[in-house]
């Protein structure tokens, strides 16, 4: 057992919102300037630059997650976290069948699909920062079906989160935990945002640009960096758990 330094919110370029620098190969570099240990990839509704920054990972020893931040049809951001490439791109595939309207480079920024070797390979032109139409309760489901784990987002922020949209979380939503963002002390979290009540919580830092990388971690301790692993922490069974550096 040890204590594996994970940052499972990480946008790269493919995010409209994001900064251009924040290729697949230079998150990689600079999460192990930050001592990371596990990143997760979370692009807004879409997984296509994952592989990439897979690949990037493995070539310098970093455990990269493949993932997706899913907006809902309540405009309820979630991460969805899973083990292989193959089933981000089947929850990707999900995603755009639900996903309308075309992006506008003007307001909200390029898409860039990106190789590990910091190649531009095309440009995404699915409107990526809308709100898929699909349910949250349907979203949670699907993600859980394909067997990845699924995390409210930025929990403590006014908007596209399950308090600011919701008000609350529903007792009957199958949540694998809850996120707080970098602006939120997690060992204060409970008190700072009671809402979240006893869910599993971690901290992420929802980096958009390369200076957020690792500005929230969460450390998990895990046999090995596995999906199953991640699993046993959150609910703190098999003497696995999370703890905050």
Known sequence: MRGFNADLHIHSCLSPCCDLDMSPRAIVERSLDRALDIIAICDHNSAENVGAAMRAGEKRGLCVLPGLEISSQEEVHTLAI????????????????????????????????????????????????????????????????????????????????????????????????????????????????????LHPLIASSDAH???DIGGATTLFHLEAPTLNEFRLALAGKAGRGVTFP
Do not use: W
């Not at 089933?87 to 992006?103: D, E, F, I, P, S």
């Not at 993600?143 to 784990?149: A, D, K, P, S």
């Not at 596209?160 to 935990?177: K, N, R, T, V």
């Open 82 to 197: 899973f083990d292989d490439e193959g089933r981000a791109l089947r929850m990707q595939a999900l995603v755009y069948a639900h996903l309308k309207g075309t992006n506008r480079p003007e307001l909200f920024g390029d898409q860039v699909v990106a190789n590990e070797f910091d190649e531009v390979e095309g440009f995404n032109d699915r409107l990526l920062i809308g709100a898929a139409q699909l349910r949250l309760y349907d979203v949670v489901k699907e993600v859980h079906r394909l067997g990845g784990i699924s995390i409210a987002s930025h929990v403590d922020r006014p908007s596209f989160s399950i308090l600011s949209q919701l008000g609350f979380i529903p007792d009957d939503l199958d949540l694998d935990g809850v996120e707080v963002s970098r602006h939120v002390d997690p060992r204060s979290a409970r008190s700072a945002v009671p809402e979240i009540g």
């Open 209 to 211: 640009c390369l200076d």
